[in-house]
């Protein structure tokens, strides 16, 4: 009942249609929780430093980062940031602000913006 328009789900700047089962390009900061777990309010103390969404370009649910990042590196890409707007990607965090990044910026100092802190 929120969202009148599902327009909002899709880049204009993304050139080929969705799959009918509505994916889009925006994904859930996949260190928030595992499995789309969740993290308390109060375990989220600086909200302005941590993103919430991302976009990875590829519909899957999770944004994460490039690379091996992880213990155990995925099978893929799918999920990891793309740099699809002027080589960069749109942000939302926590606190509500949107933020256009590069993939550099958004991996440094220890993958920063992706950790709850």
């Given at each position: 009942?929120?969202?009148?328009?599902?327009?909002?789900?899709?880049?204009?700047?993304?050139k080929?249609?969705?799959p009918?089962?509505?994916?889009?390009?925006?994904?859930?900061?996949?260190?928030?929780?595992?499995?789309?777990?969740?993290?308390?309010?109060?375990?989220?103390?600086?909200?302005?430093?941590?993103?919430?969404?991302g976009?990875?370009?590829?519909?899957?649910?999770?944004?994460?980062?490039?690379?091996?990042?992880?213990?155990?590196?995925?099978?893929?890409d799918t999920?990891?940031?793309?740099?699809?707007h002027?080589?960069?990607?749109?942000?939302?965090?926590?606190?509500?602000?949107?933020?256009?990044?590069?993939?550099?910026d958004?991996?440094?100092?220890?993958?920063y913006?992706?950790?709850?802190?």
């Amino acid at each position: 009942p929120y969202v009148k328009n599902y327009q909002l789900y899709n880049c204009p700047s993304k050139k080929t249609a969705d799959p009918p089962t509505g994916t889009g390009i925006y994904g859930i900061n996949a260190y928030i929780g595992e499995a789309v777990a969740y993290v308390s309010l109060a375990q989220i103390t600086m909200p302005a430093e941590t993103f919430a969404l991302g976009e990875n370009g590829d519909g899957d649910w999770v944004i994460e980062p490039n690379g091996n990042y992880w213990p155990t590196p995925p099978w893929t890409d799918t999920g990891w940031v793309k740099e699809i707007h002027n080589n960069g990607s749109n942000f939302a965090f926590l606190d509500g602000h949107g933020k256009w990044l590069t993939m550099s910026d958004s991996h440094k100092n220890n993958l920063y913006l992706w950790v709850v802190k």
